[in-house]
């Protein structure tokens, strides 16, 4: 099926360690978005690209590497997890054409130890 | 004060009741105004997608903006069971997909059978 898909969809791992959640769409959309649900806070921004390539900052980027070498795929490195980033991360993507909405992944719950 | 404001809830109303969510927002920039769905451990699920002021019809599902007043609503007629979940309202200065959403909280809406 055509859509979104984020992997893995659960993970645990130890402060410090590097980790990689993957998100791969299948609409050659041109933008792609990585945000963190927390409690109190609701879903935040980490980082967007608009392309191959390009990326930019978001709310809470501080901790997060992105890159994007193809449109389909925008995997997000956490280079040395902290607690602090124990979250619920989604990915989203978009049509470059006017006026198309943000369309979602269902996340990957991930726990720092 | 956030950008966005929502009540987080819960809300609780009976089956067939018509349900009115909100959201107030301090940024008179916002031009493009999203509700979403969001069932526990699923990603968000657009529901309305709207420009503006006005008012935007979709099945049971109204979504209303009022820009002078920085308030936007979604009405929920006819509510069933399966319309328990979270939902979330989200804007963003352009349409095209470009900026990252800021998101409201999110609102607990629980329908009774």
């Known amino acids: 099926d055509a859509g979104i898909t984020q992997s893995p969809r659960y993970k645990i791992t130890e402060t410090g360690r590097q980790v990689t959640l993957m998100c791969h769409q299948t609409?050659?959309?041109?933008?792609m978005f990585w945000y963190r649900q927390d409690l109190g806070h609701g879903l935040r921004l980490i980082y967007y690209?608009?392309?191959?390539?390009?990326?930019d900052k978001g709310e809470v980027s501080d901790g997060y590497v992105v890159s994007r070498s193809k449109t389909e795929n925008f995997p997000l490195t956490l280079e040395s997890a902290t607690r602090s980033q124990t979250s619920v991360y989604f990915c989203a993507s978009s049509d470059s054409q006017v006026n198309q909405p943000q369309h979602f992944g269902d996340g990957t719950r991930l726990s720092i130890l | 004060q956030k950008e966005v404001e929502q009540d987080p809830g819960p809300l609780s109303v009976p089956e067939g009741a018509i349900v009115s969510l909100n959201c107030t927002y301090s940024n008179s920039a916002f031009q493009y105004f999203m509700w979403y769905r969001q069932y526990s451990r699923k990603g968000p699920e657009l529901l309305m997608y709207t420009y503006s002021s006005g008012n935007k019809e979709d099945g049971r599902f109204t979504a209303q903006v009022d820009k002078s007043s920085k308030y936007i609503s979604l009405f929920i007629r006819d509510s069933q069971p399966s319309d328990s979940a979270t939902y979330l309202c989200?804007?963003?200065?352009?349409?095209?997909?470009?900026?990252?959403?800021?998101f409201g909280k999110g609102t607990h809406l629980i329908i009774q059978p």
């Open positions: 989200a804007m963003t200065h352009s349409g095209g997909g470009a900026d990252g959403l800021t």
């Open positions: 690209s608009a392309a191959a390539d390009i990326t």
């Open positions: 609409w050659s959309h041109s933008y």
